[in-house]
T-cell receptor, first 113, second 115 residues
Framework: DAGITQSPRHKVTETGTPVTLRCHQT?????MYWYRQDPGHGLRLIHY???????DKGEVSDGYSVSRSKTEDFLLTLESATSSQTSVYFC????????????FGPGTRLTVL | AQSVTQLDSHVSVSEGTPVLLRCNYS??????LFWYVQHPNKGLQLLLK??????LVKGINGFEAEFKKSETSFHLTKPSAHMSDAAEYFC?????????????FGTGTRLKVLA
């Protein structure tokens, strides 16, 4: 357990509103990831970070932005939520250099009406 | 590019019988391979990991997986299923990408255990 928390755990919002999800980790891991999980698709990478202020896009980044101003926090923002962004969102971190094991947070269930 | 195929989206077994969850991968390099388990409304928990040290990898809760390079497979097995094994299982391959790693997930296999 890499001490990863996500907030909120559940959120219902309306189309067109901005939404920010927060991932917080206590292990000083350098790498952090945001995924979305949808039935039949497994987990798909939205964005990732390889250090403070260093981020890059994943395979499903359209409509999402991220920020990382501190090692422990990685924020995912939906600028204008759409119903297609209804999903479960997972944050993950990667451990010490030399190991590629990922550790996952408990997830955030987002519903966009 | 790497990819992962989980050959069964659903598997049902009776309690006490063996479990086999199948995973095939494609990779241009020596991959790291993982199995994760997700219980309902929970996050993903690491079951086991292959990183080229040994082809037979033992994980938590009695699970193990064998890396077969010639077959590009990494199937997950357990000799005797327990009711608590009912969950979704994900096979994952990692790929070095620049200075970091990216992870390719299979679409998951939902395991049902019958009493």
């Amino acid at each position: 357990d890499a001490g990863i928390t996500q907030s909120p755990r559940h959120k219902v919002t309306e189309t067109g509103t901005p939404v920010t999800l927060r991932c917080h980790q206590t292990e000083n891991h350098r790498y952090m990831y945001w995924y979305r999980q949808d039935p039949g698709h497994g987990l798909r990478l939205i964005h990732y970070s390889y250090g403070v202020k260093d981020t890059d896009k994943g395979e499903v980044s359209d409509g999402y932005s991220v920020s990382r101003s501190k090692t422990e926090d990685f924020l995912l923002t939906l600028e204008s939520a759409t119903s297609s962004q209804t999903s479960v969102y997972f944050c993950a971190t990667r451990g010490l250099s030399g190991t590629d094991t990922q550790y996952f947070g408990p997830g955030t269930r987002l519903t966009v009406l | 590019a790497q990819s992962v195929t989980q050959l069964d989206s659903h598997v049902s077994v009776s309690e006490g019988t063996p479990v086999l969850l199948r995973c095939n991968y494609s990779s241009s390099y020596s991959p790291s391979l993982f199995w994760y388990v997700q219980h309902p409304n929970k996050g993903l928990q690491l079951l086991l990991k292959y990183t080229s040290a040994a082809t037979l990898v033992k994980g938590i809760n009695g699970f193990e997986a064998e890396f077969k390079k010639s077959e590009t497979s990494f199937h997950l097995t357990k000799p005797s299923a327990h009711m608590s094994d009912a969950a979704e299982y994900f096979c994952v391959v990692s790929e070095r990408y620049g200075g970091t790693y990216k992870y390719i997930f299979g679409t998951g296999t939902r395991l049902k255990v019958l009493a």
